[in-house]
């Protein structure tokens, strides 16, 4: 059974920074492109970051390039998303989602909070 | 790119059917069959129904189906049930996932 499990939210101050982590398991991670994925509360969804099964290509929303960074360790079979910089509209639910073209499994999301 | 346009809420009783639209533009939407729909319940993760326009992953039931026409796409559920009650959301892959704005289905 497919399995994405994420960690790492929580509350912090504009400016600060905080790591998620989705924990896969299920199926061969080294096979699959990732995705990041936030909902704000009461919002729809936003896509935020991509990073390829080789980890060769990635690609990031403009509302978080440069001071977003997503990463995936394979020997773990973990993927991470390091913010930085965060701002008060980075509040959100965030998803890791595998890509097999669309976006077929998503995990339970954490919420992060970006408040002073 | 702005996100697609779904109409904000729609609503059916149980048995009868009901439709979602999606527009988008001839750069998402218009140009690729990458089109999927995803149902949400309050608190819940995003679940595929409709992926490249029209195909239903296993288990999905098939009152569930999915079209495009032009740069429209559309998810029709063919008889409402009371657990199809959701927030639903369409997306086109064009470089990157564009989504849609939300449609939520109310069972009347």
């Known amino acids: 059974e497919v399995q994405l499990v994420e960690s790492g939210g929580g509350l912090v101050q504009p400016g600060g920074s905080l790591r998620l982590s989705c924990a896969a398991s299920?199926?061969?991670?080294?096979?699959?492109?990732m995705n990041w994925v936030r909902q704000a509360p009461g919002k729809g969804l936003e896509w935020v970051s991509y990073i390829s099964s080789s980890s060769s290509t990635i690609y990031y929303a403009d509302s978080v390039k440069g001071r977003f960074t997503i990463s995936r360790d394979i020997a773990r079979n973990s993927l991470s998303l390091q913010m930085n910089s965060l701002r008060v509209e980075d509040t959100a639910v965030y998803y890791c989602a595998r890509r097999a073209g669309f976006l077929d499994y998503w995990g339970q999301g954490t919420l992060v909070t970006v408040s002073s | 790119q702005s996100a697609l346009t779904q109409r904000r809420s729609v609503s059916g009783s149980p048995g009868q059917p009901v439709t979602i639209s999606c527009t988008g533009t001839s750069s998402d939407i218009g140009a690729y069959n990458y089109v999927s729909w995803y149902q949400q319940h309050p608190n819940k993760a995003p679940k595929l129904m409709i992926y490249d326009v029209s195909k239903r992953p296993s288990g999905v039931p098939d009152r569930f189906s999915g079209s495009k026409s032009g740069n429209t796409a559309s998810l029709t559920i063919s008889g409402l049930q009371a657990e199809d009650e959701a927030d639903y959301y369409c997306c086109s892959y064009a470089g990157s996932y564009l989504f849609g704005t939300g449609t939520k289905v109310t069972v009347l």
């Open positions: 299920g199926f061969t991670f080294s096979s699959y492109d």
